[in-house]
């Protein structure tokens, strides 16, 4: 018997990384999978997957999220879990940062999450229950990197407690993780700086990356029945980075 045994899920970002990592493992445990991605190619690919199917989604559109949310109810009569993972990464420094770079950030890394709140929680009052977890970063908790990536992650953060808050008395749980430098597609660009890829290892305890099922794991207890009186929680998953 699976984890998530006749539970449907929305995963954002869920045609690569940790997305993908999270759209195996939620459909190995019993789910319906949505991977909501905006990548067509890396979509039809997902989709391949038993229990798996893709939608395109631009996280960062009401009208997008109105339309995916609706169209998972119709068919599958049902949103039981919601994966606001969907994101982007920047790591330009403060002085390079421009009013266009962060409202690219922010429409995706924050307010795309509080759209998804926003409009699976509708369907999760009207079933009296459900599960959002948020993926965020460490950058949110030990206020490293003056940018926007670093503040975007920071108001998910906030909003995800303020609707755990909010969402409570509909038994909706609203959670969050913290991850560390994952190897994913997206940080492929900061594995290419040797440097900087070789000072996150020496100052992470364990001493190396982390994988994209190692989050995932943590996410799959979050989303499931076993977190049942977690909400509002926040979990690090970063090697001992925050802790030195």
């Known amino acids: 018997m699976g984890r998530l045994d006749n539970k449907v899920a929305i995963i954002t970002g869920g045609a690569s990384g940790m997305g993908a990592s999270m759209a195996k493992l939620f459909a190995k445990e019993g789910a319906t999978v949505i991977a909501a991605d905006i990548n067509e190619e890396n979509l039809a690919k997902i989709s391949e997957l038993d229990h798996v199917e893709g939608m395109k989604l631009d996280v960062s559109s009401d009208e997008n999220w109105a339309e995916v949310t609706k169209a998972v109810i119709d068919k599958y009569g049902r949103i039981d879990i919601l994966i606001n993972n969907a994101g982007i990464a920047s790591e330009k420094a403060i002085d390079q940062i421009s009013q266009a770079d962060w409202t690219i950030m922010h429409n995706i890394n924050a307010f795309g999450p509080f759209l998804g709140i ?92 982390g994988q994209p099922e190692e989050v995932a794991n943590a996410i799959l207890f979050l989303a499931s029945d076993e977190a049942s009186y977690i909400t509002g929680g926040e979990l690090v998953i970063d090697g001992g980075y925050s802790a030195r």
């Open 118 to 209: 926003k409009h699976a929680s509708k369907y999760m009052k009207e079933a009296g229950k459900g599960s959002i977890v948020n993926t965020s970063s460490y950058t949110a908790i030990i206020g490293s990197g003056l940018n926007a990536y670093t503040a975007s992650k920071g108001s998910l953060r906030a909003t995800a407690r303020a609707a755990a808050a909010e969402l409570g008395a509909y038994n909706i749980r609203v959670n969050t993780v913290f991850p560390g430098v994952i190897e994913t597609p997206m940080t492929a660009q900061l594995s290419e700086a040797k440097e900087v890829m070789n000072m996150l290892v020496q100052a992470t305890p364990m001493g190396r990356l």
